[in-house]
């Protein structure tokens, strides 16, 4: 198993983590038959599965050593970062396809392990234990990514070496719409993480509460950066909402014990497949900026809604501007 050094941060002596887990070994129920023998996780934005984006995002902020936690039947998703060396002799004279082919097998260390039961994403992140140790670590969702160009995970890492302890992502949601989500309390961070993004000190979270419930309209956005530490946090956390051990439970027992909890509110483009409206708002997004294929398809898009109607096919396109779903099972 390859090993890649930290990067300490500049200003508190602490390694960055450097490596991700994936939890991915849900059923996907919401799209079944699709899911039945493909992964949610491969279902493809165009012309690249959403478990390539998830990496990509990894990549980009310096973390090229990946786990997935996966589940039976969900092989696939490996062999997608696998070699084929058949596959690139026939593209052997069409370099464009060869390279997008390559750059599934180059993009990180890619490494596995198997969920026997699906008994909550702590139960998932636990099984990371052996492969990352007692340094922090990345946890990416396997159903959203944001946008290349709007990165979150770099400033979160940054802040979790400054801190050392829990880092979460939040985004903003309408008042209406927190019983969908887990919903955080919160109160101004220290003024020495200004310099990094928008911080808040975490001092709760409630899973989906009515609106007059709600402490505010911060919801969870699946990125974490954890220490080590989670791992016996995890250990001691008692079944939670649905039976299942709850990540969010483990963290709430090491905030109550003394470890910093910080969010990050995250306020670029959030594209969220774990729900079927969600991921076709995210594959029509992705599609009409696509600068190979954009311009006809937004043209094609524009006649289908409303017959060239061009303000109202504004109003449409600004609508998929709101990426919005929810957690998959």
């Not at 180059?106 to 052996?130: D, K, M, N, W």
Request: hydrophobic fraction near 40%.
């Amino acid at each position: 198993m390859s090993e890649h050094s930290a990067n300490p941060s500049a200003t508190s002596g602490r390694s960055r983590a450097v490596k991700a887990v994936i939890p991915a070994a849900g059923l996907a129920t919401r799209f079944l038959p699709a899911t039945k023998a493909v992964p949610k996780e491969l279902l493809p934005v165009v012309d690249r599965p959403v478990l390539q984006y998830i990496v990509e995002e990894a990549t980009q902020a310096g973390i090229t050593d990946v786990l997935l936690i996966t589940g039976r039947g969900k092989t696939s998703m490996v062999d997608h970062f696998d070699r084929r060396p058949d596959l690139e002799e026939r593209l052997a004279t069409k370099p464009d396809l060869l390279a997008a082919v390559k750059r599934t097998e180059e993009l990180a260390a890619i490494y596995t392990c198997r969920q026997p039961e699906q008994l909550g994403l702590g139960h998932a992140v636990g099984f990371a234990e052996s492969h990352v140790g007692d340094a922090p670590f990345a946890v990416l969702l396997g159903d959203e990514f944001v946008k290349p160009s709007e990165p979150l995970l770099p400033a979160m890492l940054e802040l979790q070496a400054r801190t050392g302890g829990v880092v979460l992502a939040f985004f903003e949601v309408d008042p209406a719409e927190t019983s969908r989500y887990g919903i955080a309390s919160v109160e101004p961070a220290e003024s020495e993480y200004a310099d990094i993004a928008e911080v808040v000190k975490v001092t709760g979270m409630v899973e989906k509460p009515k609106p007059e419930d709600a402490p505010s309209n911060l919801a969870v956005l699946g990125r974490y950066v954890l220490p080590g530490r989670i791992f016996d946090a995890i250990r001691r956390t008692q079944p939670g909402s649905g039976g299942e051990i709850q990540l969010t439970d483990a963290m709430e027992l090491l905030r109550t014990e003394g470890v910093p909890v910080h969010a990050i509110v995250y306020r670029g483009t959030r594209y969220d497949t774990g729900m079927p409206l969600g991921y076709l708002q995210t594959v029509v997004q992705i599609a009409s900026e696509r600068e190979d294929l954009g311009a006809e398809f937004r043209k094609w898009l524009a006649e289908f809604v409303n017959k060239g109607d061009e303000t109202v096919t504004d109003a449409v396109l600004n609508g998929l501007r709101d990426v919005s779903g929810g957690a998959d099972t």
